[in-house]
């Protein structure tokens, strides 16, 4: 029951309110620190909770003073019964989101993949759309992208992309994008004037600090050797691209972005971390419930999430069940519309999955 949740809170609050006033945790910055960080998550929720129980306080009174008998009390107190009721029921609902779970990764920045999938050279085209799609919406929210690797194909098209991209809750926004996007059009290279089926798949991670993810020296094999161009040509001459390989994991990441060997590993090394903690929280997602699995945030690499059909000119995420129109501005970063109705959807399917385990 969403009250058992709230008295829970409450008592921790308390607990914590308790734990700051003594003199040793005044002596100690960082207990000082956490201490604070978990009072201001919770405390809007325990302000909530107290004006829940004094509405409710409220309305049991006004119950009483309705049903005194007396006719013209009875009507006074009749308007101020739905009054408090509604502001019951708006507690209520404003109390379920705050206990909605939250993300701890939302606030992180996002370390996003782009592979070309099915349909050959069509398929490299649209994931360079695709990259440039993400990279002008970044530019829209003023977040910044850098494009750690690419490996082009001489035709304006690429095999395989590597983003970073930093911004406030940049997580948060585009962690709905992952999963595979499929495109329906006329290439560019078909003479008879077929629609064809291209895909890419997309990969969004949140960027893993040193602190998130330990690794140990002894648990990867660096490789360095000399960066190659289109054709197998060398871009530089020196042995600057660097191959890691986390031999726990079998994870091999590989960057010759940069003519610089030292830049190439710590590239190599934030990209490591990102996908060791994105296994780390594939392996908690498959271990929550049928429920959770299923949601719009489930992030499945394998799973088609969006189709863009250009005859149409038409987006379709099938997650949702959403048809947007405009392409060509979709296609420049125009996604507010669709993250927002990703997020939404989300948080309503976490809401009712709240009711389910018993919330009033």
């Given amino acids: 029951m969403i009250d058992a949740k709230l008295v829970q809170i409450a008592s921790q609050y308390d607990a914590i309110q308790a734990e700051l006033s003594r003199p040793e945790t005044a002596q100690d910055p960082a207990a000082l620190k956490k201490l604070g960080k978990e009072i201001s998550q919770i405390e809007p929720v325990v302000t909530a909770w107290r004006e ?10 006004a119950l009483e003073m309705r049903d005194t008998g007396d006719a013209e009390m009875h009507d006074m107190a009749q308007e101020e019964v739905r009054s408090l009721e509604a502001r019951e ?4 609902d404003h109390l379920r989101i705050k206990l909605l779970p939250t993300d701890p990764n939302d606030e992180k920045d996002v370390i996003l993949e782009i592979r070309a999938g099915t349909g050959g050279d069509e398929a490299k085209l649209f994931a360079a759309e695709v990259l440039r799609m993400y990279l002008r919406y970044a530019e829209r929210h003023r977040m910044s992208a850098e494009v750690l690797n690419a490996d082009e194909n001489g035709i304006g098209g690429i095999s395989e992309a590597i983003v970073e991209i930093n911004g406030h809750g940049a997580f948060s926004r585009l962690k709905f994008e992952a999963g595979v996007h499929r495109v329906q059009r006329i290439p560019v290279t078909e003479s008879s004037g077929r629609i064809h089926t291209s895909t890419a798949t997309v990969a969004v991670m949140p960027k893993a600090e040193e602190v998130d993810v330990k690794i140990d020296d002894k648990d990867i094999r660096v490789d360095r050797y000399r960066s190659t161009g289109h054709g197998g040509q060398s871009v530089n001459t020196t042995d600057s691209a660097v191959r890691i390989t986390h031999m726990p994991s079998g994870i091999v990441v ?12 710590a590239k190599a090394m934030a990209i490591l971390r990102s996908r060791l903690l994105d296994r780390e929280r594939a392996n908690a997602a498959a271990a929550e419930s049928a429920v959770r699995r299923s949601m719009v945030g489930s992030g499945e690499r394998s799973e088609k999430i969006r189709t863009y059909n250009f005859p149409q000119d038409r987006l379709t995420d099938h997650r949702i069940g959403l048809d947007l129109h405009s392409l060509p501005t979709l296609m420049d970063g125009d996604l507010d519309k669709l993250i927002d109705a ?19």
Avoid: H, M, V
């Fill in 52 to 61: 829940l129980l004094d509405a409710r306080k409220q309305l049991a009174e």
């Fill in 89 to 92: 029921a708006e507690l209520i």
């Fill in 254 to 265: 590989a960057i010759q972005d940069e003519k610089s060997q030292i830049k190439n590993k």
């Fill in 342 to 360: 990703l997020s939404n959807s989300y948080q309503a399917e976490l809401l009712a999955a709240l009711s389910d385990d018993g919330a009033a």
